[in-house]
């Protein structure tokens, strides 16, 4: 001890007779306060006193240190918890933006955290509050970006109809210099079109008629899978195209060129050829401008002009009268053939039929042409080509049918009706922000602050309309300042977007497209409620700058306009369709469009992706 050291002992005490005597007591006092023993006794008592204290106060502050310690990592341990779970749920994940799950993930023994999900528009923010023993409290925010890859798909056409009968009125297709650009009819027949319409692009029927009732025009070329009757004054400047037969039975009627497999019967104009599996006739004025090839019989050719030439394989017989031609090769004979202008000969292949031929001035032929006959002749008058005749030739051997192969258009197989769902994450993975709409906010035409809210929105958007009874957007001028998809029910109700103007707002193109979703998977179409439809009649998308969008229902999709001309620029995909206008045609010009995954399969949904901010908000 120090205290057992000799510099380190206290003065003695003075003798009692002198303790009342103030001046001694003072010196002794003195002695002792400046004795080094008893200031080291001092330093040693403060010392003591101060490491009692602060051992009391590290008791006190490693117990909260512990709690806190706690709950930071039971916040930890849910973060953790809770990225494994949203990575796992993938495209379910965030079924709409604002969509909050409070219980996302949750632990009730230690550690204990509660986190909770919040969905915006790319992003996945997940809140963790983590619990200590003693009552410690400690949050956590981790800010995830929700991205993903989505393959993107074009319908196969500028218009698509799954099935039903077609009357065109008023409607015109404008192919915009487009390729690709096509109406197809899967199901069903193109009843008839009026004198306004117009389709400036291909026309397929994948399994259907095609009977022309009045003056339409067609720009492309039409293809048929089956059969092809024409009553009117139309014009197919491209080529028509029928696995059945062709009857064309109007004088004003222009054609490209015709094939078929089936017989061909013309009245009207062919600019090329006319090539038939079966039998040809061509009457009443009937002109081809190229030539014709009949696996059948050339049945007759009265008051027609062939300017080419005329090759027909069937052996039976042909009827010509009042006719030009080029020059005519048949495997049968002639059962008349008077008053007609032959350019290069004369030859009938069947091997002793009788040919009628006129003679004098019922056939002319070329200075230097033939005829050539199987058979003998029967014919009346004077004629000049006797000398060039010859009958019952030997060796002579029937043209060949043509051959015709169906073009790959018409293969069903190639037109696959694409089901459709909206999958929200397929449109945040594009950058679109998802916004569910309640039932009690779908009439835009009587509530002007909704379309208000749309006008607003300057981030793509997807508005979820499915929730309402019936969606009315009748009369509604809506400026974009950014792109849009509605969707809308099938529920047997008549969405109306009628008379509704859909235009720019900020000097940008913008989309604007329309979906009544096909959730059952399978072949064709799929209306759940035969009676929904998708109104767009005299709707209107801008065109300076360009709005453009898809108009997708399995149902009935109804186009038209009465008046001045409107139109929807885009495409159309719809189970049936109504084309039903007047006065000036309802346009659709053909742009096409980009949809996520539109026909295709395997398209990864959104998900998580890089974590952007992780911070500590406070006790919860």
Request: aromatic share 6%; proline share 5%.
């Amino acid at each position: 001890s120090l205290l057992a050291l000799p510099f380190m002992r206290f003065p003695p005490m003075p003798p009692l007779e002198l303790l009342d005597d103030p001046t001694v007591m003072l010196q002794w006092q003195l002695e002792i306060f400046l004795n080094p023993a008893f200031i080291i006794a001092m330093v040693l008592g403060i010392m003591t006193l101060t490491v009692s204290s602060a051992v009391v106060n590290t008791a006190v502050v490693t117990s909260g240190v512990r709690s806190t310690l706690q709950a930071q990592a039971a916040a930890d341990a849910g973060s953790a918890a809770a990225f494994v779970q949203a990575t796992k749920a993938g495209s379910g994940l965030c079924p709409s933006t604002g969509y909050v799950k409070a219980d996302f993930a949750e632990s009730t023994t230690a550690p204990r955290y509660k986190v909770k999900l919040t969905c915006a528009t790319s992003t996945v923010t997940l809140t963790s509050t983590g619990h200590g023993e003693d009552g410690g409290v400690s949050v956590v925010e981790s800010v995830y970006r929700f991205v993903g890859s989505v393959t993107n798909g074009t319908p196969n056409g500028a218009v698509v109809i799954g099935g039903g009968t077609i009357s065109a009125s008023s409607f015109v297709l404008d192919g915009n210099g487009q390729p690709g650009a096509s109406a197809v009819l899967m199901s069903g027949d193109f009843n008839t079109c009026n004198s306004t319409t117009r389709l400036e692009s291909d026309l397929v029927l994948l399994h259907g008629k095609l009977n022309l009732t009045n003056t339409c025009v067609f720009d492309g070329n039409v293809y048929v899978d089956g059969v092809v009757e024409g009553s009117s004054a139309a014009t197919i400047t491209g080529s028509l195209f029928s696995t059945g037969s062709v009857s064309i039975q109007n004088t004003t009627a222009t054609i490209g060129s015709v094939t078929a497999l089936g017989d061909v019967t013309m009245l009207g104009h062919v600019k090329g050829d006319i090539i038939a599996g079966g039998n040809v006739t061509v009457q009443g004025g009937g002109k081809v401008d190229g030539n014709i090839y009949a696996g059948g019989t050339l049945l007759t050719l009265n008051n027609a002009t062939i300017t080419g030439d005329i090759v027909a394989a069937g052996t039976g017989q042909t009827n010509i009268y009042n006719a030009k031609m080029g020059s005519i090769k048949v495997g049968g004979s002639f059962s008349q053939f008077g008053a007609a202008e032959v350019t290069r000969g004369i030859v009938a292949t069947k091997a002793g039929a009788t040919s009628k031929i006129s003679g004098a001035n019922g056939v002319k032929i070329g200075a230097t042409s033939t005829i050539v006959l199987g058979g003998p002749i029967d014919t009346w008058g004077t004629n000049s080509w006797a000398p060039r005749l010859t009958q019952n030739a030997t060796g002579l051997t029937a043209p060949a049918a043509p051959t015709i192969t169906k073009p790959s258009i018409l293969n069903a197989a190639g037109h696959p009706w694409v089901d459709y769902s909206i999958v929200p994450t397929d449109w945040v993975a594009r950058g679109y922000e998802v916004v569910t709409q309640p039932a009690t906010k779908c009439n835009f035409q009587d509530n002007p602050s909704f379309v208000t809210e749309l006008k607003n929105r300057k981030t793509p958007t997807l508005l979820d309309l499915r929730a309402c009874g019936t969606v009315n957007f009748y009369n509604v001028s809506l400026p974009l300042d950014t792109d849009f998809v509605i969707a809308i029910p099938d529920n047997g109700s008549t969405h109306s977007f009628q008379e509704a103007k859909i235009t720019s707002a900020d000097g940008e193109a913008h989309t604007f497209t329309i979906v009544m979703p096909d959730d059952t998977k399978g072949d064709g179409p799929t209306c759940k409620n035969s009676s929904s439809q998708l109104k767009l009649y005299r709707a209107s998308l801008g065109t300076s700058p360009m709005i453009s969008g898809l108009a997708y229902t399995p149902c009935k999709l109804w186009v038209g306009t009465s008046g001045s001309a409107l139109g929807w620029n885009g495409q159309f995909y719809s189970g049936s369709m109504n084309m039903d206008g007047g006065g000036s045609a309802y346009t659709l010009t053909y742009i096409p469009m980009s949809v996520p995954s539109f026909g295709v399969s395997g398209s990864s949904a959104a998900v998580l992706g890089e974590l952007q901010s992780r911070r500590a908000v406070g006790a919860g």
